[in-house]
């Protein structure tokens, strides 16, 4: 077998040797890269690349590629991701389950030979800043380079990653996009096998398999895999969290700074949110993280996070000067487009705030017909955090940042108002796990159909999401109720009668943020109302919008009692692990609305 480095000058980790040794005789791969994480060896990895047409160099962006994918490897697979739990139980119902051994079974049989005439390149990855007691280790081994181009950009990867990691355990990773090569026989450019597609978790024993997908967080394991779903079932066995959640840094004119995370499904607007510029004079926000959390209770009893990512998987359609100017400006250069339409040396999404090139190349890779998607809708740009001008030092900060207020959000056309404060934590939970919104393009399916996404985690949550539930009500009881962050809902995305939104959101959902950041001061009055607390007219900064305040925040009962009854029985499906603290929660709400 062919190494770049001799796997014993590499690593001494005798587990980490053995597991490399048995995977290699089992995908046989015809050769091993053993990755060190230097720019050099990622510009190799892309020089060859972009010698096999996969990636494309854009002249106007320097350090930069686009490239696109096979049309049915475009977003999560859902209904193909698996918690493998002991019992099914353990799973939950929100969980597709298949009992570990039978899956290991399956496993095996599409693993064995899968990386012939490929080859197999192992990633040590850190999930969390290099240093942090918090932090986590994981290894990936794939046969994809274009994973390993991402997770250069995603993670702290290569020999930094083996460093923190020591003699520790680590999360194994197994990827491959499940084409293996005869002898002599041409690659295609996107190499993937959707009919075997298979997203594999074992939340007891901790390790991740995925085969068959080449894209996101299929193929990424430091992120959705491992971040979220293992990470989430490690966080409850050791009394943290690991949440779907931006997190951001808000500085009020007085110069006064604090943090606030949140969860919101994807692609409804965390990345824009994290990188916001406030509409508001004097108010400054820093980017922290777009996506995922991991939160403990310092020594203090305050809750303090750490991003995990050290790059961005955003959004590309709709990202513009506009709506997400740093966004704009963190891609200028050492990117990768994945699904965005490509012009003359440079990329083209739906919503970039110009017209369409002359000569556009769509997603598919065809000249544009003018008429389809030129850019994917869930066509992503991969870019290091580092690069975001108003990206948050602090990030780095081993301890992680505190966190004054939670907020939940999706995308609601009516029945949620624009903001509303939890009345407790255990409401605020109840809150979270009440979130629901309108699907999107992140995952394979329908797009636009309302569906319940408990903290926005339904496809992230490694274990029982009525357990998952528990846990949080738990973590409120670690601390005294005034260390813990006030809890709010938020919905951007509320309609007029004529299907207009009714917020302008972007930049100025920074008045909700001063509204939130005034209250963790108690700086701010709230209004109670039967489903929490809402700012009062004169305390919302509405000065210069076109928006009435009654049109944000109405409450209207009936809708509220559909919503009362169907919460009910979604509740249900969780039986008895549905806490019953929420139990009281939901009752106190059925009353408050009588
Ligand atoms: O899971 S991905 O990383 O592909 C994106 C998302 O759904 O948030
Ligand atoms: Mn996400």
């Given at each position: 077998m062919q190494f770049n480095v001799p796997l014993s000058e590499w690593t001494t980790h005798a587990a980490l040797s053995k597991w490399i040794e048995e995977t290699i005789l089992q995908c046989q791969p015809a050769r091993v890269h053993l990755c060190v994480g230097s720019n050099e060896e990622v510009d190799q990895i892309a020089a060859q690349m972009v010698e096999a047409g996969i990636l494309v160099p854009l002249a106007k962006r320097p350090g930069s590629y686009w490239c696109h994918s096979h049309?049915?490897?475009?977003?999560?697979v859902e209904e193909s991701?698996?918690?493998?739990?002991?019992?099914?139980e353990d799973a939950g119902p929100t969980n597709n389950w298949k009992e570990p051994s039978e899956m290991k079974q399956h496993l095996k049989s599409l693993f064995a030979?899968?990386?012939?005439?490929r080859t197999l390149y192992v990633i040590p990855y850190c999930?969390?800043?290099?240093?942090?007691?918090l932090s986590r280790v994981g290894i990936e081994i794939t046969d994809s380079p274009y994973v390993v181009i991402n997770m250069h950009k995603m993670t702290r990867m290569g020999r930094q990653a083996l460093d923190q990691l020591k003699n520790d355990p680590f999360i194994p990773g197994l990827h491959s996009v499940g084409v293996p090569l005869k002898e002599g026989q041409q690659d295609e450019p996107w190499p993937c096998n959707p009919k075997q597609r298979v997203i594999a978790h074992f939340p007891e024993e901790k390790s991740i398999f995925s085969f068959g997908s080449g894209y996101g967080g299929n193929a990424l394991l430091?992120?959705?895999?491992?971040?979220l779903r293992i990470a989430s079932a490690m966080a409850r066995e050791q009394g943290w969290l690991a949440e779907h959640m931006l997190i951001l840094g808000l500085t009020n004119p007085e110069g006064v700074k604090k943090y606030i995370a949140a969860a919101f499904p994807s692609a409804c607007g965390k990345t824009n949110l994290a990188m916001i510029m406030p509409s508001l004079p004097g108010w400054k926000a820093e980017c922290v993280g777009d996506d995922i959390a991991w939160m403990h209770i310092g020594k203090d009893g305050r809750l303090y996070a750490i991003?995990?990512?050290?790059g961005f998987f955003g959004v590309?359609?709709?990202?513009?000067m506009k709506t997400n100017p740093m966004a704009m400006r963190t891609i200028e250069k050492n990117s990768i487009f994945t699904n965005t339409a490509l012009s003359d040396g440079d990329v083209w999404w739906e919503g970039i705030g110009s017209e369409p090139p002359e000569a556009l190349t769509s997603w598919l890779g065809t000249?544009?017909?003018?008429?389809?998607?030129?850019?994917?809708?869930n066509s992503r740009f991969t870019v290091p955090?580092?690069?975001?001008?108003?990206?948050?030092?602090?990030?780095?900060?081993?301890?992680g940042v505190p966190i004054s207020a939670i907020l939940f959000g999706g995308r609601r056309h009516?029945?949620?108002?624009l903001v509303t404060e939890a009345l407790s934590w255990n409401h605020g939970v109840f809150l979270g796990a009440s979130l629901s919104s309108e699907t999107t393009a992140a995952a394979k399916g329908e797009i636009g159909k309302l569906r319940h996404d408990p903290f926005a985690m339904l496809p992230f949550c490694g274990y029982n999401m009525g357990d998952y539930f528990a846990h949080w009500i738990d973590i409120g009881k670690h601390t005294s109720a005034s260390k813990l962050p006030r809890i709010y809902s938020v919905n951007w995305y509320r309609k007029d009668a004529e299907g207009k939104y009714i917020w302008p959101g972007f930049g100025e959902n920074a008045r909700v943020l001063k509204w939130i950041f005034e209250r963790a001061s108690d700086k701010a009055p709230a209004t109670t109302t039967p489903i929490g607390q809402i700012p009062p007219q004169e305390a919302?900064?509405?000065?210069?919008?076109?928006?009435d305040y009654d049109s944000l925040f109405s409450i209207d009962k009936d809708n509220w009692k559909k919503e009362l009854q169907d919460l009910k029985e979604y509740f249900?499906?969780?039986?008895?692990?549905?806490?019953k603290e929420l139990a009281r929660e939901l009752h106190h709400l059925e009353e408050r609305l009588k």
């Open positions: 049309p049915d490897d475009v977003a999560r991701t698996f918690i493998c739990s002991e019992k099914k030979g899968c990386m012939q005439g999930m969390g800043p290099l240093g942090s007691p430091g992120k959705k895999c491992f971040a991003n995990p990512e050290a590309a359609p709709g990202t513009s000249p544009w017909d003018g008429k389809s998607p030129a850019a994917h809708p955090m580092t690069q975001c001008p108003i990206y948050d030092p602090a990030a780095e900060d081993p301890e009516n029945v949620m108002p919302l900064d509405l000065s210069g919008l076109q928006t249900q499906r969780f039986g008895t692990h549905f806490p």
